[in-house]
């Protein structure tokens, strides 16, 4: 049975950070590379960040770039993924999912995810 746990979200003040993790289990991880998206109240789920299986590159959208920053444990077959100096536009749940182990050489849409974890909130406020 195909599993991503997501967990480490929270509240945390504007400029702050968090790191969340996504803990994947019940499929071969060669055949599939990790990607982040976030859901913010009103809006469409939106891809921010994947991490190919192929040779380890990692693709961001504009708005993250340079604040979030995706890592793996290969003995865990953890992803994580480091947000630094969060603004109050981060507030969202966030959802790691499964997709084409390249990641297709950028940042993946919904439509080529095969499997979703449940999502974690994160909140940035004051």
């Known amino acids: 049975q195909v599993q991503l746990v997501e967990s480490g979200g929270g509240l945390v003040q504007p400029g702050g950070s968090l790191r969340l993790s996504c803990a994947a289990s019940?499929?071969?991880?060669?055949?599939?590379?990790i990607a982040w998206f976030r859901q913010a109240p009103g809006k469409e789920r939106e891809g921010i960040s994947c991490l190919s299986n192929y040779d380890g590159s990692r693709y961001y959208t504009d708005f993250v770039k340079g604040r979030f920053t995706m890592s793996r444990s290969n003995a865990n077959n953890t992803v994580y993924l480091r947000m630094n100096s969060l603004e109050s536009e981060d507030t969202a749940v966030y959802y790691c999912a499964a997709g084409p182990p390249s990641c297709l050489g950028r940042v993946l849409t919904r439509n080529y995810i095969s499997y979703w974890g449940q999502g974690t909130q994160v909140t940035v406020s004051s």
């Open positions: 019940g499929f071969d991880p060669r055949l599939y590379a």
